[in-house]
């Protein structure tokens, strides 16, 4: 830490650009409002979104601009209305809540200590770390969202393109352990078909053998998370709900499904997760140091990741405890 205790380390960039725009600096410790809580980040996971938001203006925001949605760490104060988590408490949750219309928040997740509204986050599952806990919230957000978008009935089945990536590796699960589906296939490449077929997929289809017009059986709700919905289109029954999580769909039939940023649906998930019937997917690279970010996001834009790529984030030797 720099000696001033108002300061923290943290991830930031002052114009758009590719990785190498990214620096580690000094960057004040927010101050909780009133519905907020301040988080000591124990760890964050990298989501796409955080690096084409740094790569062009697709939101609007004012630099500097600290990176990162996903985290899992400790309150360490509160606001005053504050009702669900006290001081000392174990969180995670995704803190940038993209349907409140408004700019998202400076203070990304890639640094020291956070502020987050405490309707966005949850208690974290006992039985995972800090890093599971941290590479879950966007993805599984997103991988909900998109069964409801479907209207996903339990007994149906469902085609995924994409089942080794970060938001794959948890619609795999979340359909074949959570929703009932009767059969699940998921696209992936050679090295990861075992891997998605662990998960829950009933059969990994290796995309580099079989192309989709190949496959004969059709689905009842095609799931996209890769945006090839213009090819894979063809795999999914006439009437059937084509879901990409991608903008702007490739083909006129998809809905496009993003997500709501709500900690309910990460407390109802808990039980699930302490069982052990959904697993946080960590990529094997990781999880990364903190001093390792640009590396991190080097990989992660490589496309090549199995699961989430996942930071820890030190213990800034802080402890402090706000009321506010």
């Known amino acids: ?29 927010p101050t909780p409002l009133h519905n907020q809580l301040l988080v000591q980040v124990r760890a964050a996971a990298l989501n796409p979104i955080d690096f084409k938001r740094r790569q062009r203006p697709i939101f609007p925001s004012d630099f500097p601009v600290v990176p990162g949605c996903d985290m ?15 001081v000392g408490d174990e969180v995670y949750g995704n803190i ?4 409140a219309g408004e700019k998202l928040k400076q203070l990304g997740t890639l640094a020291e200590f956070i502020v987050v509204e405490e309707s966005l986050i949850a208690t974290k599952p006992n039985n995972l770390s800090f890093e599971e806990a941290a590479s879950l919230p966007l993805a599984v957000q997103t991988a909900i969202e998109g069964f409801k978008t479907a209207g996903f009935k339990e007994g149906q089945t469902v085609f995924i393109v994409g089942g080794a990536g ?20 998921a696209t992936t490449s050679t090295p990861k078909v075992e891997f998605v077929e662990k998960l829950g997929a009933d059969r990994a289809v290796d995309y580099r053998k079989t192309r989709y017009d190949d496959i004969d059986e059709k689905y009842d709700f095609l799931y996209d998370t ?12 006439d009437d059937a709900p084509i879901v990409d999580i991608t903008w702007p769909p490739s083909h006129p039939r998809a809905i496009y499904s993003s997500l709501t940023v709500c900690g309910d649906d990460l407390e109802k998930l808990r039980p699930h997760l302490e069982s052990g019937k959904l697993k946080a997917v960590i990529d094997p690279t990781g999880p990364y140091s903190f001093g390792e970010v640009i ?6 834009e490589t496309g090549r990741a199995r699961g989430k790529v996942v930071i820890s984030v030190p213990s800034a030797g802080k402890n402090m405890q706000r009321n506010i």
């Open 1 to 29: 830490m720099c000696g001033n205790y108002n300061m923290q380390k943290a991830w930031f960039y002052e114009e758009y650009g590719p990785k190498e725009v990214l620096k580690l600096g000094d960057f004040p410790i």
């Open 72 to 86: 899992a760490g400790v309150v360490i104060g509160k606001g005053g209305g504050v009702t669900k988590f006290d």
């Open 96 to 99: 940038q809540d993209f349907n």
């Open 166 to 185: 970060g938001v794959g590796t948890l619609v795999v699960q979340l359909a074949k352990h959570l929703y009932g589906a009767s059969h699940v296939v």
């Open 226 to 237: 890769i945006g090839d919905c213009k090819n894979s289109f063809v795999v999914a029954k």
């Open 295 to 300: 590396k991190a996001f080097g990989y992660l």
